[in-house]
């Protein structure tokens, strides 16, 4: 059975750095990774989608990137602001099914 | 395309009464799931459905959960009787190809039963 970790669980940071936040997964076979923002009381709105060939996806500040062999993807944010604030979430898809990870809750102070 | 529709957003409802939840999933996707999120399980699939038809519906918890696809364009979940312990945010997500193009979620229905 997969098995998603998030580390941290949370984290505070003040505005400007950057930062990443770690995803493992126990079983490597996957068909793609996604990684995902959640505000509080809201949706969850998808960030990156890396499929299982590529190594990594890019979309304005954050970049994300995958190591199928050892079991782990990592979210960069480069240059934090308060508007990061959220909890982001890690889901690996091994065949029409996701599984999440826990979740890094993210405060980005000004 | 307006993304994954659910409704309603919110319900609160008496124990024993039953609930249902609706969604609407993206035009052209062929697979829908239905998710769970309580803060102390997290996301968990309760059931998914390819071209309408339930694949695998082992993660509901019980029979008083059931889930229907009548066609591609809506389906629902419901709970029968409902217990305080099934209040929860239900997600609906939907996608194209089993996935190979991510996933898209709708903005849940928060499930209050007292």
């Known amino acids: 059975k997969q098995e998603v970790t998030q580390i941290p669980a949370a984290l505070s940071v003040p505005e400007g750095e950057n930062l990443v936040l770690n995803c493992s997964f126990t079983d490597s076979a996957i068909y793609n990774l996604q990684w995902f923002r959640q505000d509080p009381g809201k949706g969850l709105t998808s960030l990156l989608l890396?499929?299982?060939?590529?190594r990594e996806q890019t979309s304005g500040r954050l970049n994300a990137s995958l190591d199928k062999s050892s079991g782990r993807s990592t979210l960069y944010i480069a240059a934090s602001q308060p508007g990061d604030s959220a909890t982001y979430l890690c889901?690996?898809?091994?065949?029409?099914?996701?599984?999440f990870g826990g979740g890094t809750r993210l405060m980005v102070k000004p | 395309d307006a993304g994954v529709i659910q409704s309603p957003r919110h319900e609160v409802t008496e124990m024993g009464q039953e609930v249902t939840l609706r969604c609407k999933p993206i035009s052209g996707h062929n697979s829908l799931f239905w998710y769970r999120q309580t803060m102390m399980r997290g996301l968990e699939l309760l059931i998914y459905f390819n071209n309408n038809v339930p694949i695998d519906d082992s993660g509901m918890p019980e029979d008083r959960f059931s889930a229907k696809m009548p066609n591609a364009s809506f389906s629902t979940l419901k709970i029968q009787p409902s217990e305080p312990r099934d209040s929860a945010v239900y997600f609906c997500?939907?996608?194209?190809?089993?996935?190979?193009?991510?996933?898209?979620f709708g903005s849940g229905t928060r499930l209050t039963v007292v």
């Open positions: 889901a690996v898809d091994a065949g029409n099914m996701l599984t």
């Open positions: 890396i499929q299982s060939s590529q």
């Open positions: 997500a939907s996608s194209l190809e089993g996935g190979y193009y991510g996933y898209t």
